[in-house]
């Protein structure tokens, strides 16, 4: 059956402004400017005031309205990256051979050598506005971080997937590089 209408107002907070043309919106604030596009979904979105946004979906199935809270998250982790940014913290873990990650000097790729004892470097390139750094005073811990949190993590997730141990059992080796914390570049103030 199909539901009428719905919609669902995101609130914009001070320091931020928000632009919308075409289902195309444009987030700035102090930490950069995203830009996302939702042409791909019915759903329409209006700048109801300076500080509301409303995204709204007219005679939509239930998978159709998911669209509606679906793109009203996107828009809000847009507004806390470019205000706080996101850091995902990784550790890398081993039981015998000692993992060896370099940072190269822009920032913008790492190189990971003896994994499980390997002789082979593997190169990961971090996505365009995401920098790997490794963590002060912390052995084997780097942070990843950014303003976008779909390519922080999709960043981090190639890391991860860089070092999957292949025909062995994974039970006994956990080798590998992990996100152990998911957290925000600027501490918010409690």
Known sequence: ?????T???VEIPDGIDVRVRNRKVAVKGPRGILVRSFKHLAVDITMESK?????TKWFGKRKELAAVNTVCSHISN??????????YKMRSVYAHFPINVAVSDDKKNVAI??????KYTRHVSMLKGVTIVAAPGMKDEFHVFGNDIELVSRSAAL?????????KD???????????EKTTVVIPEA
């Not at 500080?51 to 995204?55: A, D, E």
């Not at 847009?78 to 850091?87: D, E, H, I, N, Q």
């Not at 050598?113 to 390997?118: K, Q, T």
């Not at 994974?170 to 152990?180: A, E, M, P, T």
Request: charged share 25%.
């Open 159 to 167: 890391i991860q997937q860089s070092t999957m141990v292949k025909n």
């Open 51 to 55: 500080k509301k946004l409303k995204v």
């Open 1 to 5: 059956m199909k539901t009428l209408h």
């Open 113 to 118: 050598r003896n994994f499980l004892g390997e």
């Open 7 to 9: 919609d669902q107002i």
């Open 78 to 87: 847009m507004m806390k990256g470019v205000t706080m940014g996101f850091l």
């Open 170 to 180: 994974i039970r006994k080796f956990l080798d590998g590089i992990y996100v152990s």
